[in-house]
Structure formats: structure tokens, C-alpha cells
């Protein structure tokens, strides 16, 4: 007899063919009816138990604070949302300078500003002298303000700078 001539061993008549491994796979095939990894995972995690995922870390201060600002100086929010967060210069100035909306607010179907970056440096350790990017309207501004630690822990923004517009 020839090995052409052979025909398929018997247990695979009358049954569907042994799956092949899709192009790719690394060859392993499963059986029919296999959990797979989904039902693997839920078996580690039975219905009405769910997923416990570790909660976000908070916000720096100094990205909460500098996503304020922006808001504020862009018109988007107003001064008084700030009013706790603030010691007394720097709501004046904040005063001063949110109703000319130096950031800019949306107009003509632009976009808003943007905060692009925020870096800081601690001169000591309940200080923080923050800088950051904004950009509106095509350009790139500066924005920078000092934080400090109250006596309660809180962190109240004490100074606020912005590039002049040239």
C-alpha cells in the first residue's frame, strides 16, 4: 500500500475536522467549547463582586491650579471661582485681569487656550513657583504663579504673572 492510497483514520469520520491555527497564531488550538480568556476572568471576578482598580492619584496642585487659571484668564470661568484658592494679591490681580481675558476665549470656531506644559520648582518645601505654556490663538504665552501652604495643609495660589502681549 501506498501513503497516498491511505484514507483517514476513523475516529475523524463522521466528526468535524481538528481546528487549524489561524495565520499568525502561534499554533495552539482549543477544543470546541473551551473557556477562553474572558471566561477565564470572569471566574476570578463572580457577578455582583466588581473589579477593584486602585483609585486615581489626585491632581498636582500645580496642574489644578494652572487648568484654573487658564480658565479664568480666558474668560471661560469667573474670578470668584478662585476666591478660596487665593490669597488677597493674587485675587487682585486676577481682578485685573480677567475681564480683558488676556488668554483668550473661543472665537470664530477656534479652539480655547490650551495648556501645553507645567513645570515647577519647590524652594522650599510649601512653596511651589509654577510655570506654565499656554497656547492660544496661534502663539505660545507664559503663565506663572507661586503657591503656598496654608497653616490647614491647603495650597492657596499667592502670585500670578502672565507675558505681556506683543
Given at each position: 500500500?501506498?501513503?497516498?492510497?491511505?484514507?483517514?483514520?476513523?475516529?475523524?469520520?463522521?466528526?468535524?475536522?481538528?481546528?487549524?491555527?489561524?495565520?499568525?497564531?502561534?499554533?495552539?488550538?482549543?477544543?470546541?467549547?473551551?473557556?477562553g480568556g474572558r471566561a477565564r476572568a470572569a471566574?476570578?471576578?463572580?457577578?455582583?463582586?466588581?473589579?477593584?482598580?486602585?483609585?486615581?492619584?489626585?491632581?498636582?496642585?500645580?496642574?489644578?491650579?494652572?487648568?484654573?487659571?487658564?480658565?479664568?484668564?480666558?474668560?471661560?470661568?469667573?474670578?470668584?471661582?478662585?476666591?478660596?484658592?487665593?490669597?488677597?494679591?493674587?485675587?487682585?490681580?486676577?481682578?485685573?485681569?480677567?475681564?480683558?481675558?488676556?488668554?483668550?476665549?473661543?472665537?470664530?470656531?477656534?479652539?480655547?487656550?490650551?495648556?501645553?506644559?507645567?513645570?515647577?520648582?519647590?524652594?522650599?518645601?510649601?512653596?511651589?513657583?509654577?510655570?506654565?505654556?499656554?497656547?492660544?490663538?496661534?502663539?505660545?504665552?507664559?503663565?506663572?504663579?507661586?503657591?503656598?501652604?496654608?497653616?490647614?495643609?491647603?495650597?492657596?495660589?499667592?502670585?500670578?504673572?502672565?507675558?505681556?502681549?506683543?
Amino acid at each position: 500500500m501506498r501513503i497516498s492510497d491511505r484514507r483517514p483514520a476513523a475516529r475523524h469520520q463522521g466528526q468535524a475536522p481538528p481546528r487549524r491555527a489561524e495565520p499568525g497564531h502561534r499554533g495552539r488550538t482549543r477544543p470546541p467549547g473551551h473557556p477562553g480568556g474572558r471566561a477565564r476572568a470572569a471566574r476570578r471576578h463572580p457577578p455582583g463582586h466588581p473589579l477593584v482598580r486602585p483609585p486615581a492619584p489626585a491632581p498636582r496642585p500645580q496642574d489644578w491650579f494652572a487648568e484654573q487659571l487658564v480658565q479664568v484668564l480666558s474668560g471661560r470661568r469667573p474670578v470668584h471661582a478662585l476666591l478660596g484658592h487665593a490669597r488677597q494679591a493674587a485675587y487682585e490681580q486676577l481682578i485685573r485681569l480677567a475681564p480683558h481675558a488676556p488668554l483668550g476665549a473661543e472665537a470664530d470656531g477656534r479652539p480655547g487656550p490650551e495648556l501645553r506644559g507645567v513645570g515647577s520648582c519647590r524652594p522650599r518645601a510649601d512653596v511651589l513657583e509654577v510655570f506654565a505654556r499656554v497656547e492660544t490663538r496661534g502663539r505660545t504665552r507664559a503663565l506663572a504663579f507661586r503657591l503656598e501652604r496654608s497653616a490647614a495643609g491647603r495650597w492657596q495660589c499667592c502670585a500670578v504673572e502672565l507675558d505681556t502681549p506683543g
